[in-house]
């Protein structure tokens, strides 16, 4: 059984989350909270909250513990980008782009996954 969750307008760019993704895609998901956990940077948070509620989400509709999870996969898409303007030199203005993110998860059994 595959369990999802999605996060939408994550105010960090997608080229700063993706290599912390790929490194915990295919793992256990109580390894996966722990390396996150030992891991200081604050673009870990809401990769965290989202790994822990797609975890509630199968608790809650499936009555499946967290020990029995695996990340199945995990994606960081790009979102909408906030564009300003900044005095540059020379009375330029240059053009400044903050980067939003969208990030999905699906959690599945580590039985079920073995068998298809």
């Known amino acids: ?4 969750a999605k996060a939408k ?5 997608p ?5 912390l993704v790929d ?9 996966s909270l722990s ?3 030992t891991c200081k940077l604050k673009r870990v948070v809401p990769i965290k909250k989202l790994i822990e509620s797609a975890v509630a989400n199968a608790k809650n509709n499936g009555n499946v513990e967290k020990g029995e999870l695996i990340i199945k ?11 300003y303007y900044k005095p540059s030199a020379r009375g330029v203005s240059s053009v400044l782009r903050k980067r939003f993110s969208h ?3 699906v959690l599945s059994n580590k039985d079920s996954d073995k068998e298809v």
């Open 1 to 4: 059984m595959q369990f999802c």
């Open 9 to 13: 307008y994550i105010r960090f760019s």
């Open 15 to 19: 080229y700063k989350l993706r290599p």
């Open 23 to 31: 490194a915990i895609r295919g793992k256990d998901v109580e390894f």
């Open 35 to 37: 390396w996150l956990a």
């Open 73 to 83: 996969r995990i994606i960081v898409d790009q979102g909408s980008t906030y564009k």
């Open 103 to 105: 990030m999905s998860v």
